[in-house]
Each structure stands twice: as structure tokens, then as C-alpha cells.
């Protein structure tokens, strides 16, 4: 199965600062469709999953573009800019490649 | 606007069985594949299982394997979770989720508590 390691396990942010979140896998997540099967999520508190990053760096759908995401085919890297109260909760990365999909255990993000 | 809506949860006594729904709307249900993702209090995310748009691929999870069954019927726009066999360590909060840009849309959740 492919582990995917976040860090740090939390962050605490002050509003307006920027803040990343790494993932690395154990396996390249890069498809042989050339597609880079990465996927970021925010679970606010009490809520379900959001989708915010689709394919390591595509923004779904709604979600503001102080997101971002970048990396390798192992390595990844969210930045939130300018972080805001709403972004708190807790981030995972998650893959596509095969199954059984796995995703991170998570970095809470907080606002100091 | 894509909706899921998990039910079916509740309280059971280990060994029992429970029956999951989900009932889709918003989005051609047909054209998805489903997953069934799940998450024990306090804990992270657990992919359980999936079924493809056709029901021609299924796949499970090594913990869920042979106790549980993934179904759905397109003609309701419903997805199902047949677990049996359960076990504590299946008390979890239940979600099922759309694949497209990978699971991309997730319902609210319905909790699992197994007990005696």
C-alpha cells in the first residue's frame, strides 16, 4: 500500500501569515497518464472532507486561490496564503494511483 | 448542487450485521464511481471500499474484505454498504464519496458504533 507522510502533525498560523503542509508518499504518484494523482482536503471541524487540490495542483472547484499546491512525484507541498479564521481544521493529502486509496494522517492547522 | 446522504447507522452489538445507504442527487449518479470512506472518532481518514459506475470493479479494504459488500442501484441513485461480521474496530463515522477528481464530493456521514 502507499503511505503518505504529512508534517508537520500540527501548525498554528497567525491570520494573514502563509502556511505549508508537506506530503510525501512512498510510491511516485505520477500515473502513466502523465497525471500526478495527489489530492488535498480540509475537514473543518464537525464537517466532512472538503476537495481542495485535484492532480497536485489544480484548485476544485470554489475553493480560494490563496491554496496551492506544487511537488515531485514523492514530494508534495501545501501553501495557504494569507491564511483566514475559515482554514482552520485539519488537512490531509490523499492519492488516486490504485487501490486501496490511503491519504496522510493529517496536519491540524490553527490560528494563533 | 451534488448531494449525498448517508443512513442506516445506529448502534450494534459485535457480529451483527447493518445495511448502509447513500442516496445521490445533484449529478448523473450513473456516470461515478462510489466510494464508501470512513472515519473512527478522533482518527483519520480510512478508505473502505469502491464500486465503479457500472459495478464492474469493486474493491475493498484488506480490514473489510469478505465481511463487507459494496452495491448500488443506479436506477434509485443509491449506493449501499452491506457490512457484517462487525467488529469494534469498525465504529467509525461512515461517508460516501463521488469519484471524480478523485473522491470529490463527500456526504455528511452516518456513525457505525459497534458494541455490546
Known amino acids: 500500500d502507499i503511505v503518505l507522510t504529512q508534517a508537520p502533525l500540527s501548525v498554528s498560523v497567525t491570520p494573514g501569515e502563509s502556511a505549508s503542509i508537506s506530503c510525501r508518499s512512498s510510491?511516485?504518484?505520477?500515473?502513466?497518464?502523465?497525471?500526478?494523482?495527489l489530492y488535498w482536503y480540509l475537514q473543518r471541524p464537525g464537517k466532512s472532507p472538503q476537495l481542495l487540490i485535484y492532480?497536485?495542483?489544480n484548485l476544485a472547484s470554489g475553493v480560494p486561490d490563496r491554496f496551492s499546491s506544487s511537488g515531485s512525484e514523492t514530494d508534495f507541498t501545501l501553501k495557504i496564503s494569507k491564511v483566514e479564521t475559515e482554514d482552520v481544521g485539519v488537512y490531509y493529502c490523499?492519492?488516486?494511483?490504485?487501490?486501496?486509496?490511503?491519504f496522510g494522517s493529517g496536519t491540524k492547522l490553527e490560528i494563533k | 448542487e451534488v448531494q449525498l446522504v448517508e443512513s442506516g447507522g445506529g448502534l450494534v452489538q459485535p457480529g451483527r450485521s447493518l445495511k448502509l445507504s447513500c442516496v445521490a442527487s445533484?449529478?448523473?449518479?450513473?456516470?461515478?464511481?462510489m466510494n464508501w470512506i470512513r472515519q473512527a472518532p478522533g482518527k483519520g481518514l480510512e478508505w473502505v471500499a469502491y464500486?465503479?459506475?457500472?459495478?464492474?470493479?469493486?474493491y475493498y479494504a484488506e480490514t473489510v474484505k469478505g465481511r463487507f459488500t459494496i452495491s448500488r442501484d443506479n436506477a434509485k441513485n443509491t449506493l449501499y454498504l452491506q457490512m457484517t461480521s462487525l467488529r469494534s474496530e469498525d465504529t467509525a463515522l461512515y461517508y460516501c464519496?463521488?469519484?471524480?477528481?478523485?473522491?470529490?464530493?463527500w456526504g455528511q456521514g452516518v456513525m457505525v458504533t459497534v458494541s455490546s
Open positions: 492532480q497536485m495542483s
Open positions: 490523499g492519492h488516486r494511483l490504485e487501490y486501496p486509496l490511503t
Open positions: 464519496a463521488r469519484h471524480g477528481e478523485g473522491p470529490d464530493y
Open positions: 510510491k511516485s504518484l505520477l500515473s502513466s497518464k502523465g497525471i500526478t494523482s
Open positions: 445533484g449529478f448523473t449518479f450513473s456516470n461515478y464511481g
Open positions: 464500486i465503479s459506475s457500472g459495478s464492474s470493479y469493486i
